[in-house]
């Protein structure tokens, strides 16, 4: 560990433990609950950054945002009560995304505990395992001397097993407890070594047991996504699918797990899956699933690979022992991480001959298929999605946006746009390019791209609607005032979509509650110190591009879209005439 002066207060030695633990950025909403550590942060200024947030929603994405990036835990720290409920929507998401994250919570002191002092919580009760959706772990520290036991033992059962959200009590007494001057001893405790994922690996015998398997599918397919991917786990798999010709798909918004430009890519199983590749995995005869839980956007309603039991053959490698035949009753269920499961298959000798290239090259020519737009005919006719031709701008930033560029979305129709048109470069190729939140949660995306920012430098880009910009736009403030540039590029078609597409598909021309009324984006983008350009022509869009991507500073894209191009397959009349057919 590089040397530190030492610690006067339990705050500083927190701070410590975090750059021991390799943390270069912590993010958070300041609060009198933990006035100490934001005191380790100015002590240790030169090591760790504290990047201020406008809201700990916002906060709290950005470090499950940094823990998708890094593979270790991102870390947010907010005051107790308000503070905490307002980071939940962070933690949610890591649970769902099985994101590693340590979030740090200010609490009232010990000698008011339990009197429902002022903003108290039973945090527990709240975030606990038992609520199973938010955090793996709940702790609370009342001894200062056991500062440095309770974090390593937070970054490691954030990292191991199956990756998630851990949720740390800091007591305000116990923060600002002295610390005993003096070498490490039990009165004067120091930082402990950095922790390291612990993987499980697979057997020789389970590995013969998958590889006959395997040679007695006909039609085998591999859906790969989850976290704790590295650069060479995701090429281990590539060298894998392509000695033993197997077409891949990668698990929903997980799209950079296998290099779509691969020629065994399939495409990905989410929303809006391409109608081929769906019949294709129902006609599958065997699914290896690598790392993804196969939930219930991924299995599309649980009916692509149904639950309990599939009708396909399911080989399910997981690295949480918990998750394994939980949902889905596999035929060969394997503990493992990803470093090792995909070492261990890219080791596997393939067949002489394999009964399925046809198989494989037929899946890939379905993907490719689908990348040409489909015509909506309720669209005006001299373009096929409207005023502006979201498919010609997606190939737009496909031409322009580096191959390390970083992709990021919140939640929202917008979002298929990018997921069914844009060519994600896989972790194979040395970086992880798409941020987004399987949990569906709006207001992600603004913020996990200014973290991106911040923590690589790299480019970054992100489409937002305009429902999902307001959820989370105030961190363009954070983005300015740490230097982060980012593209922003927010489609506004006065509503919620998504919700109007289901209100029209249950509830035709009864639309309530999805009318937005907006204000002028460009003029709130200059307000926080971003470039603000409004445009509602497709060939407007490229040259605003370029501009953008050498500019120092960061831009908003407003693009005004016809609230008819709903989706990527169907206008939103499309979806109110067959509703009224089916006569609802």
Known sequence: MTHLPPPQIAGHLLVQCLIAQGVTHAFGVPGESFLAVLDGFHQYRDHITFVANRQEGGAAFMAE???????????????????????????????????????????????????????????????????????????????????????????????????????????????????????????????????????????????????????????????????????????????????????????????????????????????????????????????????????????AGYSLIESPRPRQTLVHIHPGADELNRVFQADLALQSGMSAAAAALQQMAPPESACWPDWAAQAQADYLANLRPTAIAALPADTEHGIVNMPQIIATLQQHLPVDAVLTNGAGNFASWLHRFYRYHGLAKGHKTQLAPTNGAMGYGVPAGIAAAITTGRTVFTITGDGDFLMNGQELATAVQHGAKTIILLLNNGMYGTIRMHQEREFPQRASGTALHNPDFCALAQAYGFVGVRIDRTEQFEPELLAALVRTKGTLIELMQDPQAITTRGSLNDITQAALQRGL
């Open 65 to 299: 945002a940094q823990g998708k990036l890094t593979r270790r835990p991102g870390v947010c720290f907010v005051t107790r009560g308000p503070g905490a409920t307002n980071a939940s929507i962070g933690v949610h998401t890591a649970y769902q995304d099985s994101t590693p994250m340590v979030l740090f919570v200010g609490d009232v002191a010990s000698d008011t505990r339990d009197r429902e002092a002022f903003q108290e919580l039973n945090y527990l009760s709240f975030f606990g395992p038992s609520t199973q959706g938010m955090a793996k772990r709940v702790e609370r520290i009342d001894d200062a001397r056991r500062i440095p036991e309770y974090v390593a033992r937070a970054f490691a059962t954030a990292m191991n097993g199956r990756p998630g959200p851990v949720v740390v009590v800091l007591p305000e007494d116990m923060l600002n407890q002295v610390m005993p001057p003096g070498i490490a001893s039990v009165t004067a405790p120091m930082a402990l070594p950095r922790v390291a994922r612990v993987e499980a690996e697979i057997g020789i015998q389970p590995i013969s047991q998958l590889r006959e398997m395997l040679l007695k599918a006909k039609r085998p397919m591999v859906i790969a996504g989850g976290s704790g991917w590295t650069e060479q786990a995701a090429a281990d798999l590539q060298g894998f699918a392509q000695r033993w010709q197997l077409p891949v798909c990668n698990a929903f918004r997980f799209q950079d797990t296998f290099d779509n430009h691969h020629p065994n890519y399939a495409g990905d199983v989410g929303l809006g899956i391409n109608p081929t590749l769906a019949a294709r995995i129902k006609r599958s005869d065997l699914i290896l699933a690598l790392g993804c839980r196969l939930g219930e956007i991924t299995s």
